[in-house]
């Protein structure tokens, strides 16, 4: 698989990363050994997870596969701290005290006493920002990650964010943004794309097969054993299930049959070769579907098909990003 380089930094990752999201909760140890397995076997270095994720069952399970399964050096971890969920609800806390707290505990579950990317995973108004990105130079400056990013924050908040570190000397500069993109998912192109393109950020697109719309298996309706039919992630992915959605599925279904490869790999490898992005995360129940993710890396889309892509997905637009 080929490596790109994160951002400006010194930092090369895999174009393709592996998203753990439901490791330790719908995916059993098994199949993640197996996942890891066939990532590393494709070329695969990236692995991201946070700990919020199965309230940090992810985590846990990863620290298990690195004590038993895989050599520690072999991956790029990334990890994430400021969001997690009490009595079911989701709470972001940035304060200086919950991310290091947070970190701490990463480490703990991961088995190691550094990540490579720590990612604050979400902007909260109700801390200052000062405040959180001092908890990324102490986390830096302490050795217990190597690098820093942020997620999800709109196009001001990143300028802010990598302003605030720039102006101030020995600041841990931020390398990376992770945001929600996809051919279903444009809105990051309005500013997003433009503040990482001019501040040296590298682009980490969560969710690139639109929260999986994109493989086309709500087509002809919602499989009973699709998150679309569960209750707890059904408007997850209701909001893509409309008809402009619809049609971005078609243009990709038919770009497919035309290549011969399926609708997944067109839509992968349109969000792997965008401006800015360094590796789309993508995650897998099984490791036969992440499989049907690494495919892609052998796909380059013709120039125009990406085009046709483009012009069918494209996000309405106007001032002053327009």
């Given at each position: 698989m080929e490596q790109r380089r994160l951002g400006r930094s010194g930092l090369t990752v895999s174009r393709l990363g592996l998203g753990t999201m439901t490791w330790g909760r719908d995916t059993d140890e098994h199949e993640a050994a197996d996942q890891l397995a066939s990532f590393l076997d494709a070329g695969g270095t990236l692995?991201?997870?946070?700990?919020?994720?199965?309230?940090?069952?992810?985590e846990r399970?990863?620290?298990?596969?690195?004590?038993?399964?895989?050599?520690?050096?072999?991956?790029?971890?990334?990890?994430?701290?400021?969001?997690?969920?009490?009595?079911?609800?989701?709470?972001?806390?940035?304060?200086?005290?919950?991310?290091?707290?947070?970190?701490?505990?990463?480490?703990?579950?991961?088995?190691?006493?550094?990540?490579?990317?720590?990612?604050?995973?979400?902007?909260?108004?109700?801390?200052?920002?000062?405040?959180?990105?001092?908890?990324?130079?102490?986390?830096?400056?302490?050795?217990?990650?190597?690098?820093?990013?942020?997620?999800?924050?709109?196009?001001?908040?990143?300028?802010?964010?990598?302003?605030?570190?720039?102006?101030?000397?020995?600041?841990?500069?931020?390398?990376?943004?992770?945001?929600?993109?996809?051919?279903?998912?444009?809105?990051?192109?309005?500013?997003?794309?433009?503040?990482?393109?001019?501040?040296?950020?590298?682009?980490?697109?969560?969710?690139?097969l639109g929260r999986g719309v994109l493989t086309g298996k709500?087509?002809?309706?919602?499989?009973?054993?699709?998150?679309?039919?569960?209750?707890?992630?059904?408007?997850?992915i209701d909001r893509f299930l409309d008809e402009p959605s619809r049609r971005i599925v078609d243009a990709v279904a038919t770009a497919a049959e035309g290549l011969e490869v399926s609708p997944l790999e067109v839509a992968l490898a349109w969000v792997r070769d965008a401006p800015s992005v360094t590796a789309p995360i993508v995650g897998a129940r099984t490791a036969a579907q992440l499989r049907g993710s690494l495919d892609a890396e052998s796909l380059t889309l013709p120039a125009e098909i990406r085009s046709a892509l483009d012009d069918v997905s494209a996000p309405a637009g106007g001032y002053p990003d327009r």
């Open positions: 692995v991201d997870t946070s700990a919020s994720y199965g309230d940090g069952e992810s399970v990863i620290g298990g596969l690195l004590d038993a399964k895989v050599d520690r050096e072999e991956l790029v971890l990334a990890t994430k701290a400021g969001v997690s969920r009490r009595t079911g609800e989701r709470v972001v806390d940035t304060s200086r005290r919950a991310l290091l707290d947070a970190l701490d505990a990463s480490l703990r579950r991961l088995g190691t006493d550094h990540v490579d990317l720590w990612q604050v995973h979400a902007w909260s108004p109700d801390t200052g920002l000062d405040e959180t990105l001092s908890a990324v130079d102490s986390a830096v400056s302490s050795g217990r990650t190597r690098y820093a990013g942020i997620s999800n924050y709109s196009g001001w908040q990143t300028g802010r964010a990598v302003a605030w570190q720039q102006a101030w000397p020995g600041r841990a500069p931020l390398v990376s943004t992770q945001m929600e993109y996809s051919l279903l998912q444009r809105g990051i192109e309005r500013e997003v794309v433009p503040a990482a393109e001019a501040l040296g950020l590298g682009l980490l697109p969560w969710s690139p709500y087509r002809s309706g919602i499989p009973a054993d699709s998150r679309a039919a569960s209750p707890q992630f059904a408007g997850f």
